[in-house]
């Protein structure tokens, strides 16, 4: 890339700071013009910047980083001024009328990449870090960026390599002095890596939960308290509470932290055969998002005397609420209790009123996210990506195993799984790939 970026680095509106970005060929250039020179590298520098025409836009502290020692591995500048609206718009148009180009987005990091100050699973892990919500989301990016994932995929590398070697020794030189049973020892090499690939593989969905968040689904028939238990859990009206049945038509879903998890609740349209639409639009919904989910809450209103529709979306384990106990009993509490001990389900009854019952559910979904996400140290592999990689890796290894009297198919099939495993990282990676990674970067990051 020859030509030279800008991009605000904070976010838009008004701040007592906002910092500009500038990377390429013509960093200098630029700063020559903005702020009578160049600063030394790496010293902080209060300089008057004035546009083309000599005209002041601000007093601004200056850090001039020389490639390729910066962030870019190129001659990169940021420039902290005022962050008023005004200064910001007069900063951006005289860069513009420069002829330096405004960034796109994760195009810094981009740059990062292509010159080798960050491998790819490095650089999502930027972008990962900048969307981090929870502390459990800012641990496990912080350990991505470090290189937790890359050192772990350079040392399988390096194990492929022994292994590859072993079997090419055996189809190469069948006649000279190699031990006979050279290629037998690729075998444990190539049995251990399927392991290990399938534990980081299986953990890549605790990464993704962690970094999307724990979905809970609140379902059962129409006016069972779904949206009232939402407002509770939520403390704020999310959705709307009324006596009539259907008002929740679409999805509702309201981000949390649980136990510095995040988290996804969704309150669901009312399960029931309708001949409305519009409502049985919502039902079908309803049941995907909660076939999807980590944890349904099915909610049963207990002072009801209708026995409800059991939802076929339960699975064992999840959590049965008999609701409104505050309330004089029906026959659809103690229906439901049977139904949930039959399914396995954990039940009980609460009130949408009662702070010791919200409290109650509070902790029992917060242990059920710790169960689901916390481990002894975050996942290596955060992403649907790397999943699928790990799964193509260990299955070509796999089929290596069953190689025995084919050694040079065994050997192709060792390579095809490194090639995947070197994807993880970017060192083999198609430029639309990369284009849609660095696509989702915020501007000038």
């Known amino acids: ?5 800008y991009a605000p680095a904070t976010a838009a509106g008004r701040a007592a700071v906002a910092v500009v970005r500038i990377s390429g060929p013509r960093t200098r250039e630029a ?5 009578g020179g160049v600063p030394p590298a790496r010293r902080a520098t ?5 546009d083309a025409m000599g005209e002041p836009i601000d007093e601004a502290l200056i850090l001039f980083f020389q490639g390729p020692a910066s962030y870019t591995g190129e001659d990169m500048a940021e420039l902290q001024v005022h962050g008023g609206t005004a200064v910001m718009a007069a900063m951006i148009e005289a860069l513009g009328e420069m002829g330096l180009r405004l960034a796109e987005p994760g195009e810094f990091t981009r740059r990062a990449f292509e ?44 194990a492929l390599t022994e292994a590859l070697a072993m079997l090419e020794a055996a189809v190469d030189f069948p006649d ?10 690729a075998r444990p090499v190539l049995e251990a890596l399927v392991a290990e690939l399938e534990t980081a593989a299986a953990d890549a969905e605790r990464g993704e939960r962690i970094r999307e968040g724990y979905r809970i689904a609140l379902i059962g028939a129409p006016n069972a308290g779904k949206s009232t238990l939402l407002n509770a859990l939520a403390r704020r009206e999310a959705a709307i509470v009324t006596a009539t049945p259907g008002t929740t038509r679409d999805i509702i879903e309201v981000p949390m932290v649980l136990a510095g998890y995040k988290a996804v609740v969704a309150d669901t349209a009312g399960l029931r055969e309708t001949g409305d639409e519009i409502e049985a639009e919502g039902v079908r919904r309803a049941r995907a998002w ?13 002072s009801s005397g209708e026995i409800p529709t059991l939802p076929m979306e339960l699975r064992p384990d999840d959590l049965c609420l008999i609701t409104k106990r505050d309330l004089p009993g029906g026959g659809a509490g ?3 209790a049977g139904q949930a001990r039959r399914l396995g389900l954990g039940s009980a009854e609460i009130t949408a009123k009662g702070p010791g019952d919200l409290d109650w559910l509070q902790s029992t979904l917060e242990e059920r996210v710790i169960d689901a996400l916390a481990g002894a140290e975050p996942p290596a592999a955060t992403r649907i990506r790397h999943q699928e990689l790990l799964t193509e890796a260990a299955d070509r290894l796999r089929h290596a195993l069953l190689q025995d009297e084919h050694l040079e198919l065994a050997a192709e099939d060792v390579r095809l799984a490194a090639r995947a495993l070197h994807r993880i990282t970017g060192r083999i990676d198609p430029e639309q790939v990369l284009g849609r990674i660095f696509s989702t970067f915020c501007i000038g990051k």
Do not use: F
Request: proline fraction near 1%.
């Open 290 to 302: 909660a076939a999807g989910a980590d944890l349904r809450l099915w909610l049963v209103d207990g």
């Open 46 to 50: 209060l300089r008057a910047l004035t």
């Open 1 to 5: 890339m020859s030509d030279t970026i």
């Open 115 to 158: 010159r080798g100050k960050l491998d790819l699973a490095q650089a999502e892990a930027v972008a990962d870090l900048v969307d981090a919500e929870t502390e459990a989301q800012r641990r496990q990016a912080i350990e991505q960026l470090g290189g937790r994932l890359s050192d772990a995929q350079a040392r399988w590398g390096e």
């Open 334 to 336: 103690g229906w439901a």
């Open 31 to 35: 700063l020559d013009l903005l702020a």
């Open 176 to 185: 000279e002095e190699v031990p006979h049973d050279v290629a037998a020892r």
